[in-house]
């Protein structure tokens, strides 16, 4: 019977209910919104910091003073890394001399060193083929060195004692790599004895990398991945306040709908105030009329919670997309908490709307006083 | 007659009017309060983006291309060149000296420890520098380092026999905490008490680590440094920094004056090259560009939850208003009954509501700053700026806010047919 009015009621008052429900479902995906973007945004910030360039460094345990290279045990850490998805790309270095000097020779995968190193302002071209290389600017400024330019590397301990490159790029960095000199060359052909690394970027900064370091361990490797301490550290700091500031406003926009939602549920009552009166002027119980009330409030929280968290959702993909240049991932808890709250707030201010209903005189209403 | 109807209709039925202004009272202090944080999060942010470190590397000028990999130098490279210590304190004088936020000046030397040659690094661990105004600007490893992790604790200033061990070192030679250790060099010893073991992630966890006045004298270095590390608010690069880069001559000349006042890390590295005599100062872009990055997307991020909030918020205020002015049909209908004109009861209206809006707008200011103030130390931890010009804005967000959410429920009341509103239908 009380379903039946309700839904009655609804129908009859389609303008007053069209106006609760655009101001709760509004309400509702605001909250959406907040939420998605809150429980989200760790996980984008985080996507954007690890495309930056990378966060660890894998290098054996023992110098080359100590041990001899061991491919074998870089088999394994590739094992592991390919596993997990982690972007790698591996350097391996050796002692020349170009033009007399001695300079760090260092061989890697172009394609995925330029994915890894993304900071890098490369004068010339990024990615470089067979028998081109990319040269440091402290390199480039001591050796006189251009784009175009070739060079002859002297490699005392290569297979091949000189090779000659031309210059593809000169890079920017603001770091040791302006003092190296970057050729493709395939790893394990060439290097017999020297120094490897690897540059990775780990997700989950600290805690990737040491579970990382769990797998690299149970498999008795002497690799290990150490973190580059200011990389990781910056980002955990700054991940922290992002959280704490898309909180902030989550709580914000939450207590403003509180009182966007109590005022439209009220006014609604408010201006149905005869209806009620003829109700119990009928004959309806307080009871009745309380669970009328309640279930009709209840009805248009849920509709609009359900509507609300579908705009939301869409509201939170296009601030992601616009910041982030990502897609969001939609977060199925915002719908419960999008609900809790649409609905407690719909209870409590329907609550007051009926202990305000219930205060009137039917007959005094009824009379228009 | 106008305002003494005014006047009536404010001061009775108090209760509504103060739900109306408790209503205004509580949006605009969320919304004062969420602009602050809006407002401040650009530079607390970038104050924070210093848990990186340094972003500007000072090296001597050198004629030689260091040979290293990693922590390891693979062809040991005599340094021959040095930087004057007592040039690093002019940067606090320089054009940029509000964005130089730390400065750590190092020596590297080579020294004994239990008979094996081990790096000896000294650095400023918490230098303070005299500013014009007699202030006092600290600056060390402890402010721009804080990414280093220290089983123990930091030196204290004044106890130059004190220092820190990196953790690779210390596990090689099996020193612990609070052990004396002897530093020999060819100039001299000391007797250093281990007060941490660090780990950097670096070079240094390889290291003895000293105060740079310690490790000097036992260079025989007095007043030399071998590089430092400077760590400096910045802009992030737009496309005028890249103009530039690629050209500077493309720049017209108020671009170019724009560039030149912009504290992109290229400018600032600039202005400590020329503060420094025979240095280079390079801008290390693996920092530069995530400081960039971050700071980018927090700025774009907060301006859009700061709209999305407003609208939250004029939302929430138009409902409360526009449930009072329903509720007041009947005394609309009344006054239109006794002849009073359209354009009158209008007036009478949102004057009322605006007085209301501008007392919740001030009330809001207030609190808002509080919320606000609040909202930022606990976010960042630091002093918020003062923000006055919210604080004389809030009264005027109050009022449009009011106006906005009144006016249509007012028009609506207006339109209305008098005889049956008064009845009751």
């Given amino acids: 019977m009380i379903g039946k009015m309700v839904r009655k009621s609804l129908f009859k008052n389609i303008r007053i209910t069209l106006w609760t429900l655009v101001t709760l479902t509004i309400s509702a995906a605001l909250i959406t919104m907040f939420a998605t973007v809150s429980f989200d945004i760790k996980k984008r910030m985080g996507n954007t910091l690890r495309k930056l360039g990378p966060n660890a460094v894998a290098v054996s345990r023992f110098s080359e003073n100590e041990r001899p290279l061991n491919l074998d045990e870089w088999g394994q850490f590739r094992a592991i890394v390919k596993r997990e998805g982690i972007p790698t790309v591996e350097l391996s270095f050796d002692i020349v001399t170009v033009e007399g000097k001695p300079v760090v020779l260092a061989m890697a995968d172009s394609e995925k060193l330029a994915q890894m190193t993304p900071y890098w302002i490369v004068i010339g071209h990024r990615v470089w083929k067979e028998q081109q290389c990319l040269i440091g600017k402290r390199v480039a400024e001591l050796l006189k060195l251009k784009p175009g330019m070739s060079i002859t590397v002297h490699q005392p301990s290569g297979a091949k004692k000189e090779t000659g490159y031309s210059i593809a790029g000169i890079i920017v960095s603001g770091d040791e790599n302006e003092d190296r000199i970057f050729v493709p060359e395939p790893l394990a052909e060439t290097i017999q004895h020297g120094f490897i690394y690897a540059l990775l970027s780990v997700p989950e900064g600290g805690n990737g990398i040491h579970r990382l370091n769990t797998q690299l361990g149970q498999v008795q490797s002497h690799i290990e991945i150490k973190p580059l301490r200011e990389i990781v550290h910056g980002e955990e700091a700054t991940l922290k306040k992002v959280v704490l500031l898309s909180s902030a406003c989550l709580m914000t926009v939450m207590v403003l709908t509180v009182l966007g939602v109590s005022s439209a549920l009220l006014s609604r009552i408010v201006e149905r105030r005869k209806e009620f009166a003829l109700l119990q002027a009928i004959g309806a119980t307080r009871r009745s009329v309380i669970s009328f009330l309640l279930l009709e409030g209840m009805s248009l929280a849920v509709l609009a919670s359900a509507l609300g968290f579908a705009a939301g959702t869409l509201l939170s993909e296009m601030v992601v997309r616009q910041i982030f240049h990502v897609s969001v991932t939609p977060q199925v808890t915002a719908l419960p908490i999008t609900l809790v709250v649409t609905l407690v707030v719909s209870l409590l201010a329907s609550s007051a709307g009926v202990a305000r209903a219930l205060k009137m005189q039917p007959a005094l209403v009824l009379k228009g006083e | ?425």
């Fill in chain 2, 1 to 425: 007659m106008f305002w003494r109807i005014l006047f009536d209709s404010i001061v009775r039925r108090k209760l509504r009017k103060a739900l109306a202004v408790f209503a205004v009272w509580i949006g605009i202090s969320l919304v004062v309060g969420l602009l602050m944080l809006s407002i401040d999060t650009g530079d607390k942010m970038n104050l924070e983006l210093g848990s990186f470190g340094a972003n500007i590397k000072v090296t001597p000028v050198s004629f030689s291309i260091p040979v290293t990999v990693g922590d390891y130098s693979l062809n040991s490279e005599k340094v021959s060149a040095y930087l004057e210590e007592s040039a690093f304190q002019k940067l606090k004088e320089i054009f940029w000296r509000n964005n130089i936020m730390g400065i750590v000046p190092r020596l590297w030397a080579s020294a004994q420890l239990n008979g094996k040659n081990v790096p000896l690094l000294g650095l400023w661990l918490e230098h303070k520098i005299p500013l014009e105004g007699g202030e006092v600007f600290v600056s060390g490893a402890r402010q721009v380092y804080k990414h280093w992790a220290i089983q123990g604790n930091w030196p204290l200033s004044g106890a130059e026999n004190t220092g820190l061990i990196g953790q690779e070192l210390a596990g090689r030679l099996k020193v612990s905490l609070g052990d004396q250790v002897e530093v020999k060099t060819d100039k001299g010893s000391i007797d250093l008490e281990v007060l941490g073991i660090v780990s950097t992630g670096g070079q240094e966890d390889s290291a003895v680590i000293a105060f740079l006045e310690t490790v000097q004298k036992l260079a025989g270095l007095q007043g030399k440094v071998s590089e430092a590390d400077v760590s400096a608010l910045t802009t992030p690069e737009n496309r005028l920094a890249e103009k530039y880069r690629i050209d500077p001559k493309s720049l017209t000349s108020a671009e170019y004056e724009r560039w030149y006042c912009t504290p992109y890390p290229e400018n600032i590295a600039s202005g400590i090259q020329e503060t420094i005599p025979n240095s280079v100062a390079r801008v290390v872009r693996r920092i530069s560009e995530t400081q960039g990055a971050v700071l980018t997307r927090i700025k774009g991020l907060m301006i859009l939850l700061a709209i999305f909030t407003l609208i939250s918020c004029s939302l929430s205020i138009m409902g409360i208003l526009a449930s009072a002015i329903l509720d007041r049909r009947p005394e609309v209908a009344l006054l239109q009954a006794l002849g009073a004109k359209r354009t009158n009861v209008l007036a009478l209206f949102l004057v009322e509501v605006a007085f209301l809006g501008i007392l919740g707008g001030l009330l809001g200011g207030i609190t808002g700053s509080w919320v606000g103030r609040g909202l930022i130390e606990a976010i960042f931890g630091g002093k918020p700026d003062g923000h006055l010009a919210l604080l004389i804005l809030s009264p005027f967000l109050g009022l449009i806010m009011a106006l906005i959410g009144s006016l249509g429920p007012i028009w609506k009341a207006l339109g209305e047919n008098t005889a049956q509103v008064l009845h009751g239908n």
